[in-house]
């Protein structure tokens, strides 16, 4: 009987224990459905969020181009109603002027006709002078033009069949868009020297006498033409030096493939972002398997307090590693070194390194421009103590974790 017993409480566990399984189940589809469906509300919510976007561009590129037909209608009724002032003064003025020279009426038919002869030039000479005063708009020098706006580009395209590269990404109905061109300036011609000089006319003389003149040279070879830069600012941001520095970090990512550089196109460390500044980032682009294409993709991106640049530019060359220093003149430091380190030198607990376990990682980052391999740390229950960095000439880094920055060491 006791057996009994004790079996069916032992069954009535079992029943407990599956019926909470099952709610538990119940419960994590219950949570795996409100899941989905907030995150396909939220993508949904995003992408309504992007089409008005859109669509607020769009009117404001249309309103723009709307302003800017306005003016230019003003512009021409203006210029022609000074032309016209201008011709019926001029004309006026002849007709005065033909009153007082006439002196009888026989000869009002002749006035006439010579008053017609003089008005066409006259009047063609008045028309120029006030197309003229209203191109210069009197005294004062004309104003600059600037470029219509246009809409926020999603790509940055440098020449047909070239990778394209992700814009900045902006939105807003209160930020311009202004996209110009910039071609390349023309090669300079060399100077010709006083012995060139004399040179040309010896021949020239010796020509004249009769003797037999020299093949013509050869004409010298077309200068490639350089690329032209396309620059696009935008006007009316809120935070440029953020959009610019995240924008920096998001095109040196692995995928995008870019690297800080300097005039050389030298690999360098990115700098730190303030109020106004620039950066240039590049990135080596294969040719294509027909020849067409390669090269080296540029883009200078500059800020300010309300606006930023980006200049788009192929220079010639290619991205690089800076040359190696000259290492140091005292014995380099490697991994043997921080295993026979005291621990307080690296921040650790602990009389001997015997108590830790120094695992080095794949791969090097940059620090200071120089390559350097990681060294995780562990402790005794193979849980992390640190982060460390070895550079390939000794110097020793370690990882701050808060600040998400590195701290150089001291050996000794």
């Not at 795996?32 to 907030?38: L, T």
């Not at 249309?62 to 002032?85: D, G, I, M, S, V």
């Not at 060359?317 to 380099?332: F, I, L, Q, Y």
Request: net charge negative; with cysteine; aromatic share 4%.
């Amino acid at each position: 009987m006791k057996q009994d017993k004790g079996d069916k409480i032992i069954q009535k566990a079992e029943l407990k224990a599956k019926k909470a399984a099952q709610q538990v189940q119940i419960a994590s589809k219950k949570a795996e459905a409100a899941k989905q469906k907030q995150a396909a509300k939220a993508e949904k919510k995003a992408a309504q969020a992007a089409k008005n976007a859109e669509k607020k561009a769009a009117k404001h590129t249309k309103k723009a181009e709307q302003a800017t037909k306005k003016a230019q209608q003003a512009a021409q009724k203006a210029q022609e109603k000074k032309a016209k002032a201008a011709a019926k003064t001029a004309a006026k003025a002849i007709e005065g002027e033909d009153g007082g020279v006439e002196e009888s009426a026989g000869k009002k038919k002749k006035g006439k006709k010579k008053l017609l002869l003089v008005l066409i030039p006259v009047l063609a000479a008045a028309v120029g002078a006030g197309v003229l005063f209203f191109l210069k708009g009197g005294d004062k020098e004309p104003e600059e033009v600037l470029p219509e706006p246009i809409s926020a580009p999603m790509e940055y395209v440098l020449a047909e069949g070239e990778v394209p590269i992700t814009a900045l990404p902006v939105t807003g109905d209160q930020v311009l868009v202004y996209r110009e061109e910039i071609a390349p300036e023309p090669p300079e011609e060399p100077e010709s020297t006083d012995n060139e000089e004399e040179s040309q006319k010896n021949g020239e003389a010796e020509g004249d006498e009769g003797e037999s003149a020299e093949e013509p040279a050869a004409e010298p070879a077309e200068e490639p033409v350089g690329f032209t830069k396309i620059l696009y600012r935008y006007e009316g941001l809120k935070n440029p030096m953020g959009l610019i520095s995240a924008y920096t970090a998001l095109m040196t990512s692995e995928d995008a493939g870019f690297f800080v550089v300097d005039e050389e196109l030298l690999r360098i460390d990115s700098p730190e972002f303030g109020t106004s500044g620039s950066v240039q980032i590049a990135r080596n682009v294969p040719a294509a398997e027909d020849g067409t294409g390669g090269g080296v993709h540029s883009m200078l991106l500059s800020w300010g307090e309300d606006n930023c640049s980006v200049l788009l530019d192929k220079p010639e060359g290619r991205v690089r590693d800076p040359k190696p220093e000259t290492p140091d003149a005292g014995p380099r430091r490697g991994l043997s070194d921080m295993e026979a380190i005291h621990p307080s030198k690296l921040g650790l607990e602990g009389e001997s390194m015997d108590a830790y376990e120094l695992i080095p990682q794949e791969g090097s980052v940059r620090i200071g421009g120089k390559a350097c391999m990681r060294v995780n740390i562990y402790d005794g229950n193979s849980q992390i103590a640190g982060s460390y960095f070895l550079s390939s000439d000794g110097h020793l880094y370690k990882l701050d974790e808060t600040v998400n920055a590195v701290v150089e060491l001291e050996w000794e």
